[in-house]
């Protein structure tokens, strides 16, 4: 018997992941022989999620969120990293257990009616999940595909409606009861709700708390908007062109944002999910192109305390409080607590 206990795997964990996309390979490059460049579009990402807990994954657009998304959803293999679900690494396994696999991953998107079929009732659409999967004999589709609408707060009448016949509140709804045919454990929330009024965003976050709840469901849920994160995710992660930046509880990360870049996403969102239309980031600066990151900390040109160490050095990351920023305003070890 070994004396110290192994912590619990968590249900998804990245270790080191990056994804790059070759950029620029056109004619003109390759005849300047010069090598494609090499866009990170996610760089060297590390984060857990435990079963049952969602994760919020926030930064503005362009910031690596989706391509994350694509790569726990196993849609594309990381160019490097480690990708662990129940602490066994999900890449080089056979086809069929990745088939199994992506079965308990399932994706909401910012838009369901673009991969609606247009011309399918809703009950044609779950049916065939239902029926792809072999998830219920022909006999009982039919109750299934209510009691799945039943959940996700449609009415009955709404099985025999087409995609264009609904609001996109209800749209969106039809997205999760699609994702909850499969009978997932864990879903990814592209911009689930960044599309929607803010009073149905609402309704469809409390929705998604209250199936968390019911079926133990664990989330990655992205968004550019920090304020929904209050609603759905005890811990978030901030992306900045392809790197985490910070990662700390809510709670914490709403009273005290560490990374200026989080405190300028902060600034950009102050008033809570209910009073906002649309939230922009008032940043200044425009993201600067991923192919060509800035030196140093990509931040540092955007940033109003950028140090000279800023512009040389990615500043490694660091444990503040028991939450981990990487940037330079904060002392790299931890200086020890008095009496300890
Ligand atoms: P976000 O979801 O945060 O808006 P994305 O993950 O969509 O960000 O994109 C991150 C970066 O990677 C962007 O610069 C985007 O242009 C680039 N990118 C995403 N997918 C591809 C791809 N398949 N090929 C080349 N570049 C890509
Ligand atoms: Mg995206």
């Known amino acids: ?4 206990a192994e912590p619990a795997p968590a249900l998804l964990e990245t270790r080191n992941v990056s994804k790059h996309y070759s950029a620029g390979a056109g004619l003109a490059r ?8 090499v866009l990170r579009a996610v760089d060297d990402v590390s984060v857990r999620i435990e ?21 726990v959803l196993q849609l594309e293999p990381p160019t490097s990293g480690d990708i662990l679900y129940e602490g066994r690494s999900v890449l080089g396994r056979r086809a069929r257990e990745t088939r199994e696999l992506r079965k308990r991953i399932q994706v909401v998107f910012q ?20 029926k792809v999967h072999r998830l219920a004999p022909a006999g009982s589709r039919r109750e299934r595909v209510e009691e799945l ?50 009073s149905v965003q609402a309704q469809v976050l409390n929705l998604m708390v209250k199936l968390q709840d019911e079926l133990g469901l664990t989330y990655l849920f992205i968004a550019h908007n920090l304020a929904v994160m209050r609603h759905i995710s005890r811990n978030v992660a901030v992306m900045y062109l392809g790197r985490i930046v910070e990662h ?52 540092h040109p955007r940033c109003p305390h950028a140090m000279d160490v800023c512009r040389s050095v990615y500043p490694a990351t660091r444990v503040v409080q028991g939450r981990s920023v990487a940037c330079h305003l904060y002392p790299e070890v931890e200086p020890p607590q008095p009496g300890i």
């Open 248 to 299: 700390s509880p809510t709670i914490d990360l709403f009273r005290e944002p560490l990374h200026p870049y989080t405190q300028a996403l902060m600034k950009a969102a102050p008033a809570p999910v209910a009073r906002r239309k649309s939230i922009t980031p008032a940043l200044t600066g425009d993201m600067p192109n991923p192919i060509s990151p800035p030196s140093g900390c990509h931040f």
């Open 30 to 37: 390759s005849l300047a022989r010069r090598p494609p460049e």
């Open 51 to 71: 079963r049952g807990e969602t994760l919020g994954l926030v930064g503005e657009s362009g910031s690596g969120k989706s391509t994350l998304g694509r790569l």
């Open 111 to 130: 838009d369901p009616y673009s991969s609606l079929n247009p011309t399918m009732t809703v009950r044609q659409t779950l049916e065939e999940v239902l």
């Open 149 to 198: 609408l039943e959940t996700v707060g449609l009415a009955q009448g709404a099985a025999d409606r087409k995609p264009h016949q609904f609001s996109g509140g209800q749209r969106q709804r039809i997205g999760i009861a699609r994702a909850l045919a499969v009978e997932p454990e864990f879903i990814v929330a592209d911009e689930a709700v960044s599309a929607l009024d803010v």
């Open 1 to 4: 018997m070994s004396g110290v």
